[in-house]
């Protein structure tokens, strides 16, 4: 179990910052008492959750981008880390085949520059990269959940960028870091979902725009089966992992954070139960748009973590859906109260037992 108490006063580097996951994530660890500095592009969407948290002034906000490792080694010198966590990436499969070589840039060049700072930065003891679910090699085969030890050889731009970014850390953590003061590993999680997102070609911010609109909701590949799970999920393990090898390397590894086989369900579920949350008449169309291959079914094997690590899922699909709801009503209704209710779902989420 994580002990937030831990993070007080540690200096920890985040990028990908700005972010949906990262902004939550600078908000735990803010609430904390930690000492905060994250390095990222400008917010991807406006609006943006990093805005809305209300959280710039409360950390060291350096706007930059990870291909620029002159720029990022300057900032590993100046903010001298003990924890880094590193979530920067261009993380949407579809703009991964429009642009695929500012993919393969920004999520194999850039690890690559992270983890020569983390090498050559002697302040670091514990470092987390962030990869997903999508890095395994996936053939389609019907209720296969991926244990950590399968192949690495993601199908499109981004899944392979980041099969590529974990064999890059996989090398640097044999070829150097086994040898240094400093703990590495990496966690493939689930398809995350929550309060505060506003991507482009995701299905929860999807839902959201069309009932503020009041539209019907689009759908484009509804039989798709997920491992989805809520943000807070993989925050509190990717806090626990850089806690735990922070004081004992023997916790390092390559891990999946998955969610459990009944959050496991298909696009279609998953609106709907969105839809019946919300009410209002909301309601969903099937309208398969022709778009690039997306794999028909991923699932992630969760055990390792759990046997590590104690961990267990805490807020299932239904619980999660209810907290999207609930922030979205915020959301629409004062935006100022989003970093309260940010605070409230923290503390509720981190107080669980």
């Excluded at 991964?96 to 983390?118: D, F, H, M, Q, R």
């Excluded at 996989?170 to 590495?184: I, L, Q, R």
């Excluded at 109260?337 to 509720?348: G, R, Y």
Aim: proline share 5%.
């Amino acid at each position: 179990m994580v002990d937030l108490s831990f993070y007080k006063n540690k200096k920890v580097l985040i990028t990908g910052h700005t972010g949906f996951k990262g902004s939550w994530l600078s908000k735990i660890l803010i609430n904390a008492g930690a000492i905060v500095c994250g390095y990222s592009l400008e917010a991807p969407t406006n609006p943006n959750l990093f805005s809305l948290a209300c959280i710039e002034d409360k950390m060291t906000s350096i706007i930059g981008d990870v291909r620029d490792y002159k720029h990022l080694k300057e900032v590993f010198d100046s903010f001298k880390p003990e924890i880094v966590m590193h979530l920067a990436a261009q993380p949407i499969v579809r703009d991964s085949y429009k642009n695929p070589l500012y993919t393969y840039e920004t999520n194999v060049i850039g690890t690559a520059n992270i983890c020569e700072c983390v090498r050559l930065t002697t302040s670091v003891k514990s470092f987390l990269n962030v990869t997903t679910d999508k890095v395994y090699l996936n053939d389609d085969i019907p209720n296969h959940p991926f244990k950590e030890d399968e192949p690495l050889d993601g199908y499109d731009p981004y899944s392979n960028s980041k099969s590529c970014s974990e064999l890059v850390t996989h090398s640097y953590k044999k070829s150097f870091f086994k040898d240094m003061d400093v703990a590495v590993s990496t966690a493939r999680a689930g398809n995350v979902i929550g309060g505060g997102d506003f991507a482009n070609d995701r299905i929860i911010p999807d839902c959201i725009r069309a009932v503020e609109k009041g539209e019907d909701i689009i759908v484009r590949n509804p039989y798709s089966t997920r491992p989805y799970q809520h943000v807070l999920e993989p925050l509190y393990i990717y806090l626990d992992i850089c806690q735990k090898q922070y004081n004992n390397k023997e916790y390092e590894g390559y891990y999946n954070v998955g969610p459990d086989d009944c959050d496991c369900v298909n696009t279609g579920d998953l609106v709907t139960m969105f839809c019946n949350k919300w009410g209002n008449d909301a309601k969903w169309v099937n309208k398969y748009d022709g778009g690039p291959h997306e794999a028909a079914f991923l699932k992630l094997d969760n055990n390792k973590i759990k046997n590590v690590f104690g961990w267990t899922p805490r807020w299932h699909i239904d619980e999660c859906m209810n907290k999207i709801v609930e922030f979205t009503r915020v959301y629409f209704n004062n935006k100022k109260d989003i970093p309260s209710e940010m605070d409230k779902e923290i503390k509720e989420f981190f107080e669980v037992k």
